[in-house]
Nanobody, 129 residues
Framework: VRVVESGGGSVQSGGSLSLSCKVS????????VGWFRQAEGKEREGVAA????????????VKGRFTISRHDANRDEAESTVTLQMNSLLSEETDMYYC???????????????????WGQGTLVTVSS
């Protein structure tokens, strides 16, 4: 399974950014994809996730501001692109953001770090006040 992130960057508080995650090399009918973030010295936390049926979950602090969506390529290509649209960003949301894949299914709360096996390299989001 390959996980490649893009997007991120710098924005002022209240602004918007879009993160993209391209996932390939999996069984098309499976796969849970989540976005996580981690500040230096803190634990990684789940932000949003989407399963193969397009069911989504968010942490409470981003509900109404962040939207996760998914585009699945055809079965032969076995690729998905998962986008995290982030609006009304807050300065405290300056973090490294990671995309991750659970190749079997979304389980538990969808946002438990330990359920995800494959991770991208991370992309930095900086929100200035």
């Amino acid at each position: 399974v390959r996980v490649v992130e893009s997007g991120g960057g710098s924005v002022q508080s209240g602004g918007s950014l879009s993160l993209s995650c391209k996932v390939s090399g999996y069984t098309w009918s499976s796969v849970c994809v989540g976005w996580f973030r981690q500040a230096e010295g803190k634990e990684r936390e789940g932000v949003a996730a989407i399963d193969r049926n397009y069911k989504t979950k968010y942490i409470d602090s981003v509900k109404g501001r962040f939207t996760i969506s998914r585009h699945d390529a055809n079965r032969d290509e076995a690729e998905s692109t998962v986008t995290l649209q982030m609006n009304s960003l807050l300065s405290e949301e300056t973090d490294m953001y990671y995309c991750a894949v659970d190749p079997v299914m979304c389980s538990g709360s969808f946002l438990d770090v330990e359920h995800y096996d494959y991770w991208g390299q991370g992309t930095l989001v900086t929100v200035s006040s």
